[in-house]
């Protein structure tokens, strides 16, 4: 399981997530429930490009005040990769 900090920000009616440490991550939802679960399917894509480089994934950087943990499973980012390159 992977780990990073997931920064929520209220934007109109809706609330925005973005993660420092990918950047590439950016996500909204009506609520913070539907925000958080969108996120998760947000970074598992955007790490899933990290695959498809050959980078390494970002190092988490530690949670600070506000943010919200967001945890995805290494196996959900490689099998992304994976349907996206059969398709």
Partial sequence: MIQYPATLMRDGDYILVTFKDVPEAITFGETEKDALEKA??????????????????????IMTSGEKMVCVLETNIYSIRQAQNSS
């Fill in 40 to 61: 998760v399917e947000a970074l598992e894509t955007a790490l899933s490009f990290y695959v498809e480089a050959n980078k390494d994934f970002p190092r988490p950087s």
